[in-house]
């Protein structure tokens, strides 16, 4: 048990995009904090790993409107602490490179708050590494300066020894310099930095947003004005920015710029965003299905007391499995009772998720869909045959109906049910409308109608005109047409794996 006792602040480094850029020991501290105080380019995404009944708290700084000023950051901070909490404060990059974390650790101190620093991976040096460019290479530089260009360049007394710095280092970094690029860049020539000297900018660096732009010192003004480039960015400048061209790899990737609203339900969405993220692509995880227990366990308990008398038990879902075993240890019961049925799975993870509790699979049919399973068990099923279909509330009616057909006896039961997630859409809605959304991956027909359902856009069509539907097999792509949308992809296989290889096969790439 932790102590209710002293409050104590953790500065904690975001890393500068990429979720994945956070540090172990952050990572951590992000699931056990009490409070979680972040601002912007802490992004929101990392806030996920916040445990239930954490205090999430924005104060986003952004150059036009500043939520919390940096004093009554620094008293929350304290009072949080003073509660006795356990309180991250989020920042992105590392909080001491121009993150003010050095203020906030003052603060700290002052106040006899205790506190600690979890450095972060600085966009100074990982932003450019994204865009292919390493700050030092033994052929071009041994020399790195990373400096404000926040400060206003023409001022008299310049806090920067612009005669040093322009020739003083071999590579420059500018953070936050976007609004005096022109000047920053003036400055530098003027103290003798040759306008020849390659530059580049980089844009929302380690994300799908990532956006670069090269030049040199005489023409990367004009050119950024032209693309209308803006913050926040990093300006880098020197010999290193032509190493872009051979070490490009992260804007090559499959699925580079593409943020991907992943529908799945929470438990199984991970396998999806994994691949996804793998691809290059930001994976948005916005479950539309919950997986809750059935109504009326009755039906399912009536089987599970009779389970001796079945010939096979076909399970459809993984779901489906985790939900009947989960009822059977309910009844302190577990896989010996099955020791007569053999076991039947529509996919390779059921089959998986089967062979996890130690059993064996007889049979998975080799397209994952209710019509494959009939004809796969249509030689071994015979008048009488006695089969369990533990399933979701909503499952479809033709597994069932041919069986009977084939003349078995087929129970049908309620193993769980699949009810609409309880996000907030409007956040999604409004990333649709501003074209935040690339692709929308449909993993089952329940996928899409909860989607469309929690949505609630009277301009579905117009809201996801430019957006790519990729469908899991033909079943949910009638369903996504059906229901009005044009569909883009569908998988050849039946699976996330499937799904994600017809995904990168419509990008026209190779695929993994
Ligand atoms: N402590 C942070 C820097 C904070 S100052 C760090 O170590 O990274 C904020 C500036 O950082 C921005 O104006 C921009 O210049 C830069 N920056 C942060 N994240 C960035 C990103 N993903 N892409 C480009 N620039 C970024």
Known sequence: M????????????AGPGDPGLITVKGAELLRKADVIIYDRLAGHRLTALARPGAEVIYVGKSPDCHTLKQAEINSLLV?????GKLVVRLKGGDPFVFGRGGEEAEALVEAGIDFEVVPGVTSAIAVPAYAGIPVTHRDFTSTLAVITGNEDPTKENPGIAWDKIATGAGTLVFLMGMANLPAIVRRLVENGRSPQTPAAL??????????????TLEDICEKAKLAEFKNPAVIIVGDVVSLREKLN????????????????SREQASALSAAIEEAGGEALEFPVIRVVEPEDYGPLDRTISNLKTYDWVIFTSVNGVQAFFRRLRHHRKDVRELHQARLCAIGPKTGEALENYGLLVETVPEKYRAEEIIEVLRDRIGGGTKI???????????LPEALRQMGADVTEVTAYRTVAGDGDSSRIREMLARGEIHLITFTSSSTIRNLVKMLNAPDLQALLKNVVVACIGPV????????????DVVAEEYTIEGLVRSLLGYYGLQTV
């Open 249 to 264: 790899w992260f804007e090559k990737k499959p699925l580079f710029g593409k943020r991907v609203l992943v529908t799945r």
């Open 388 to 398: 369990l279909l533990p399933r979701a509330d909503i499952a479809r009616k033709v």
């Open 202 to 215: 980089v844009r929302r660096g380690a994300g799908p947003e990532q956006q670069t732009l090269t030049g």
């Open 476 to 487: 949910t792509a009638g369903t996504a047409r059906e229901l009005g949308l044009k569909v």
């Open 2 to 13: 932790v102590a209710v006792g002293k409050g104590i602040v953790y500065l904690v480094g």
């Open 79 to 83: 009072a949080k602490a003073r509660e």
